[in-house]
């Protein structure tokens, strides 16, 4: 970052700082991803973890949060606008939108996947119950799969082909974390398992007051974790179809989500009341399994 503005590089700085404090199952400023990706990445990140923090402030009523999301898509289309017509980040804008802005502006990265993340995130604000699977795959299309395109198109990225899998993967990892997340989800009224699923294996809320799953609930999971599965098998294309160190990148978030849901099944009953997650004593497996990526070309 050294050959930028001092502004601009600051403004970068910040990003990755706070990309470097949260752990997520997406790449995010990883030491793997290219150094020239990094920051890019970093404020990609940033911008999103803006969005998801004022739809997750709880103490605000939910049209008041829509309203913020809203202004910080608007001074996000504004940073880009100002940058497009005289090319220098001005040092009183918000440091992530004027890093953010720069990285759209540079890298041509399309505005609208920005516009989708934080569609989905006010979205969070209002829905807590989706009626089947199209509903849930609709808010991973903007909730998740925009970042996996952005984080191509950073690398320099533009196939179809690469896009779709990356959706997949992306999709996979949302919902590799609904089913990890239960145990937080439902004590403030989120549920992630469509309606259509629940009403099939005669899965009830009011069957949820315990702390494990019955018989009907135990179907329902299983059923979300095959859709899931489907999902990560569809996202393999991706971490085949880059080079370089995007690729180990991929490989990692691809077996670490795997892992994850891994968890998910072996917890069962127990994840009505517990979170599986990755420990430090998986991560010489992730590796080793990385090393050792099949590849199905």
């Known amino acids: 970052m050294s050959h930028w503005p001092e502004p601009l590089a600051r403004a970068y700085a910040a990003c990755e700082a706070m990309a470097r404090a949260h752990y997520e199952n997406f790449p995010v400023a990883s030491r793997l991803l290219p150094a020239p990706m990094r920051p890019h990445v970093a404020a990609v990140y940033a911008f999103a973890r803006v969005a998801d923090d004022i739809a997750d402030e709880g103490s605000a009523p939910p049209a008041e949060r829509v309203a913020q999301l809203d202004a910080w898509q608007r001074r996000l289309h504004a940073a880009v606008a100002v940058e497009r017509a005289e090319g220098v980040p001005h040092v009183h804008e918000d440091l992530i939108l004027v890093a953010l802005a720069h990285s759209i502006r540079t890298l041509d990265l399309p505005i609208t996947l920005c516009d989708d993340l934080v569609s989905a995130f006010g979205q969070d604000t209002m829905t807590t119950r989706y009626d089947s699977w199209a509903d849930v795959f609709d808010y991973c299309r903007r909730s998740a799969n925009p970042v996996g395109r952005l984080v191509l198109r950073i690398a320099g990225y533009r196939d179809e082909a690469l896009d779709r899998s990356s959706d997949a993967l992306c999709t996979a990892l949302q919902l590799t974390n609904f089913w990890q997340d239960f145990s937080r989800d439902w004590p403030i009224g989120r549920l992630y398992v469509p309606r259509d699923v629940t009403a099939a294996c005669r899965a009830r809320e009011m069957d949820l007051a315990g702390p494990f799953f019955n018989d009907a609930w135990m179907a329902a999971i299983r059923q979300c974790l095959d859709q899931t599965r489907a999902q990560f098998d569809a996202g393999r294309g991706v971490c085949e179809g880059v080079a370089g160190r995007l690729r ?44 050792r990526w099949p590849s199905r070309s």
């Open 248 to 291: 180990f990148e991929l490989r990692l978030t691809w077996l670490g989500g795997a892992r994850i849901l891994e968890q998910v099944e072996r917890t069962g009953a127990r994840l009505r009341s517990e979170r599986p997650t990755i420990v430090k004593r998986d991560i010489p497996l992730l590796l080793w399994r990385a090393a």
